[in-house]
């Protein structure tokens, strides 16, 4: 599988994006996807993760209430939907993939996106 994120940017506090990641591959649908994020001079963190069907999502504490995570099987993409959002949001966002469905927060994910960058300003 390979993962392709897209949709970063410079938004100003309390504004919205969405971002996105594709993925190739013909088993998409079984993947339990997340996504990850790295601040300048931290450790990369667990956002959001979607179950292979979507009914179920899990979130961070962080970002809950303000961030939606959700997939579309049929075009083999994930979104999140990121909105109200705080500059100590700004980071580099990754998804991921992997086919155990448990472990959602774990960093242990097979397949990895290259990143896109979130900066939001003050």
């Known amino acids: 599988v390979q993962l392709q994120a897209s949709g970063g940017g410079l938004v100003q506090a309390g504004g919205s994006l969405r971002l996105s990641c594709a993925a190739s591959?013909?088993?998409?649908?079984?993947?339990?996807l997340g996504w990850f994020r790295q601040a300048p001079g931290k450790e990369r963190e667990f956002v959001a993760a979607i179950n292979w069907s979507g009914a179920n999502s899990y979130y961070a504490d962080s970002v809950k209430g303000r961030f939606t995570i959700s997939r579309d099987n049929a075009k083999n993409t994930v979104y999140l939907q990121m909105n109200s959002l705080k500059p100590e949001d700004t980071a580099v966002y990754y998804c991921?993939?992997?086919?155990?469905?448990?472990?959602?927060?774990?960093?242990?994910?097979?397949?990895w996106g290259q990143g896109t960058l979130v900066t939001v300003s003050s």
């Open positions: 591959g013909r088993t998409f649908w079984r993947y339990l």
């Open positions: 991921a993939a992997r086919s155990q469905q448990s472990d959602y927060y774990s960093d242990q994910y097979a397949y």
